[in-house]
């Protein structure tokens, strides 16, 4: 028989989550994991095994949790330019004070795990995966004369709006450069 779980999977993955947003990876201990959540070491290691694998459960949940169920809204619910763009607004502006960092998660974990060869292939995965969807977005956008090029370009700006967040969280500033982006993109797919 299986040992029973007494704790909600989602709720320590969204309090490790907080966690490691805000501490980052490297500085986040096992011994801080366990005070946010309130577990033990034992139920820690029993469903995770170590630090690395409740960080790969982790940026799991917010690949599809939050970035997925965000684009995918925005996906159905407007023209693909506009979808983008909400999808690059939400980044910094819609989050509850407490879940707030200005920035990517998932980025974030790519960029510091750059060096670890047992988390970085998956977190790359995952961004291989944004880029196709924003491929396949814009593809539907039919004023658009090469939409991968569009695609790639906006892949970048994203990135770099991420990296701008953690500069200058000011929601004003973010604005401003994604009107710019989206901006140029007209310009660029002449």
């Excluded at 040992?3 to 980052?24: C, K, N, P, Y």
């Excluded at 366990?34 to 459960?57: I, R």
């Excluded at 396949?136 to 990135?159: G, H, M, N, Q, R």
């Amino acid at each position: 028989m299986g040992r029973h779980t007494s704790f909600e999977l989602t709720e320590v993955l969204s309090q490790a989550m907080d966690l490691f947003w805000r501490l980052g990876y490297a500085s986040t201990s096992m011994r801080h994991v366990e005070e946010v959540t309130g577990l033990n070491p034992g139920s820690l290691y029993h469903h995770f095994s170590s630090k690395e694998g409740l960080y790969k459960a982790v940026i799991e949940h917010y690949y599809t949790a939050i970035l997925q169920p965000r684009l995918y809204h925005y996906r159905h619910t407007a023209s693909p330019r506009e979808c983008l763009r909400r999808f690059f607004t939400t980044s910094y502006r819609h989050f509850p004070a407490k879940e707030y960092r200005g920035h990517c998660l998932l980025l974030l974990a790519v960029v510091e795990t750059k060096h670890h060869d047992d988390l970085s292939p998956q977190f790359q995965q995952y961004i291989s995966e944004l880029k196709q969807d924003f491929t396949a977005i814009l593809t539907l956008d039919t004023e658009l004369k090469v939409p991968e090029t569009s695609a790639d370009y906006l892949f970048e700006c994203y990135i770099a709006l991420q990296f701008y967040a953690c500069l200058n969280p000011s929601r004003k500033f973010l604005d401003n450069k994604v009107r710019v982006f989206f901006e140029r993109l007209t310009l660029l797919d002449r």
